[in-house]
């Protein structure tokens, strides 16, 4: 199989594979006190340190949450809750109009309990216009969450010039940059965010582990998991030991490929970019070109719909993604798609490929073939 | 950008892969004795039927369709049911229902619904174009019209099916999208009545296998 659908998840490690079979016979309570509770504390302790310093924080500041949705929750309905414990009266949020489903939605919940948020609009490129950020500020602002980078189209924000805003205005500010780490640098001593998340299974570790960033010093959060004291209280549960350790051999991973293989997915990323260009007629790319994730290519595959080229790729052993309505359960296409100002028809031609650490050169060109082919094929039948 | 529900039954799969009685030629060189067209390309799907008759029977349907691997399985059965065993004759292919193409296919998942939907009513204008083109105009709308629900805005029936089919689960859309009962009011309390029918008859599977 061809696999092209790295913003959806990855495949583990081998490091990390081998790291969770080995650490399996260890079932102590990192709580116990006796020895084999000590020693899965030290292990979780000693993953906590590996995220800390590749992301150039305190052990303290990392939170271990169920991945990047519950990370992106707690940080939202934290703010939110405790200002309406705090009588906060017109809670207002700022975010932008193409965030992953786990903000938007949490925020579309929060707009319920009468929580005002501003969607701020994305330029024809998904990019936010930073001044769209000042200007949207309120003095019942309570917290800015924009995404680092967008897992369909791939553009990165000016979360930088985003964070300063937010700082001058004494406004906490989130980032959730699940699709970024591991793909831009990142490092939290040189930048001021007060919250960012990440997720395990977008840096080849497991599924169900993520981690919320929270600085020292910024307003306390409700907990969305209330209970016992794990995670400075900030997330109660018996902590997921195997989720940890792998999350932490993956960061430790990243620490020591992650430059190399950024330029080896870019390189690909922009092979296949020009060779279905060269290859095929009436395609147009989604989103930006140049501050874009080194892995990511979204294309329009004009008068053909995306769920058929998927299928057929799929036939082929080509796995990628889709933003047509068709593929989604919804009767609308990607709704990050359409706020580019790309007309529905060509939103529903939209094919994500996402590459990773382990695709090749021939992967590449073996799916241009593919592609070629399928959309041949396809477009010879459409009634456009 | 979540995954596809993969639940295409191995007939969808087969006229997907390998669709049958696809129009190869130009219009102008097939020369159909009459074309028909249904749905957009905003909403996903567009399918254009084409038709040539003799002695009142489809000898041959060919067809062209941008959408969804239902839609293009869909339409390729539909071609296929209306040409086999030496053509269908116009009145009953008149009467072809989404469901009798879904039955054939062995069943859909429900939110996929509404893409073969169109080939019965491509399939349809084609015939009355064909009508049309040969002077026999008379034979149109004899066609039995499901019952409307809603007076002021003529929703019928039907229709309400249809949008709970493609997926609409509460009255709020419903109304958004058919505007049903936003004149009199009056038909509220049936339609809600008819909702909650078909959300319960076709989201406790995931498959649905015709009536
Ligand atoms: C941008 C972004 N945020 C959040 C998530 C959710 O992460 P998780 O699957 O770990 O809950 C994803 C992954 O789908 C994502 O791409
Ligand atoms: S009958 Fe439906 S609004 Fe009047």
Known sequence: ?384 | MSGTNWNYSDKVKEHFFNPKNVLKVSEEEYNADGVGENGSPVCGDLMRIYIKVKDNKIYDMRWKTFGCASAIGSTSMLSVMVTENGGMELEEAMKIKPDDIIKELGGLPPNKIHCSVLGDKALRAAIKDYYRNFDQVNKINKEKESRIVCHCLNVTEDEIKMEVLEGVKDFDTLQKRTKVSTACGKCEPEVRELLDKYVKKYYIKDIYTGE
């Not at chain 1, 707690?74 to 009588?87: D, E, H, L, P, R």
């Open chain 1, 1 to 384: 199989m061809i696999y092209l659908d790295n913003n959806a998840t990855t495949p583990l490690h081998p490091k990390v594979k081998e790291k969770i079979i080995d650490f399996l016979d260890n079932y102590g309570n990192p709580s116990s006190l006796y020895e084999t509770g000590r020693e899965v504390k030290q292990m979780v302790e000693d993953a906590r340190q590996k995220i800390a310093d590749f992301l150039n924080c305190d052990p303290d500041e990392i939170i271990f949450t169920a991945g990047g949705s519950e990370a992106n929750n707690t940080v939202i309905k934290g703010v939110a809750s405790c200002c309406t414990f705090c009588n906060v009266s017109n809670t207002h949020i700022i975010t932008s109009a193409i965030e992953h489903p786990s903000v938007m939605n949490t925020l579309k919940c929060l707009e319920k309990q009468n929580v005002e948020v501003t969607y701020l609009p994305v330029d024809e490129y998904g990019l936010v216009n930073s001044k769209d950020v000042r200007d949207a500020i309120r003095k019942e602002t309570v917290l800015i969450t924009i995404m680092y980078a967008n897992n369909e189209i791939g553009t990165i924000q000016p979360i930088e010039e985003i964070t300063k805003i937010a700082n001058e205005n004494n406004i906490p500010i989130h980032t959730d940059a699940v699709q970024a780490i591991g793909k831009i640098p990142v490092d939290l001593k040189k930048t001021s965010i007060d919250y960012l998340s990440l997720s395990g299974h977008k840096i080849y570790g497991p599924k169900g582990i993520g981690v919320l960033f929270r600085r020292k010093g910024t307003k306390s959060l409700c907990p969305l998991i209330s209970g016992g004291h794990q995670e400075s209280s900030m997330r109660a549960g018996t902590e997921n030991t195997i989720g940890i350790v792998g999350i932490g051999e993956a960061i430790k991973q990243l620490n020591l490929e992650m430059n190399s293989e950024v330029k080896k997915i870019k390189y690909l990323r922009d092979k296949l970019e020009s060779g279905l260009k060269k290859n095929i007629s009436n395609i147009s790319v989604n989103g930006q070109t140049e501050k874009r994730l080194p892995g990511v290519l979204n294309v329009s595959f004009n008068d053909i719909e995306g769920e058929s080229i998927l299928l057929r790729l799929d036939m082929h052993g080509i796995a990628v993604s889709t933003g047509s309505a068709c593929s989604s359960g919804s009767l609308d296409p990607s709704y990050v798609i359409t706020a580019l100002g790309v007309p529905a028809e060509q939103a529903h031609s939209s094919i994500r490929f996402s590459l990773g650490r382990e695709n090749t050169e021939e992967d590449i060109d073996k799916t241009i073939i593919a592609v070629e082919e399928t959309v041949d094929f396809l477009r010879k039948i459409s009634a456009i």
